[in-house]
Nanobody, 121 residues
């Protein structure tokens, strides 16, 4: 089973940028989709962005125009470039990969430890 490890989080001021990385222990080319998710304290985990095996991306309305998801198959890595960060972006960010039906419904049973993003006002 391919393991995914998130990194790149940190503390940043509003308006700043961060780039998150999601490194897979094996090839990611076999997955239909990869998703970035986030969970803020007291809230449910939500889907932030997805990327298909062909590189097509989609974003939640709350991050569209500010976040960019990309993938480097040679490095088995998916990225989330986050610009113009807002305090409401504060959350633990996770990545996961699998069939579209699972990615879109956040239906995974196993999650990594995630990476904390904190945006100060």
């Amino acid at each position: 089973q391919v393991q995914l490890v998130e990194s790149g989080g940190g503390l940043v001021q509003a308006g700043g940028s961060l780039r998150l990385s999601c490194v897979a222990s094996g090839s990611i080319t076999g997955f239909n989709a990869v998703g970035w998710y986030r969970q803020a304290p007291g809230k449910q985990r939500e889907l932030v962005a997805t990327i298909s095996s062909g590189g097509g991306t989609n974003y939640a309305a709350s991050v569209k125009g500010r976040f960019t998801m990309s993938r480097d198959n040679a490095k088995n890595t998916v990225y989330l470039q986050m610009n113009s960060l807002k305090p409401e972006d504060t959350a633990v960010y996770y990545c996961n990969a699998g069939p579209w039906s699972v990615v879109l419904t956040t239906g995974f049973t196993l999650w990594g430890q995630g990476t904390q993003v904190t945006v100060s006002s």
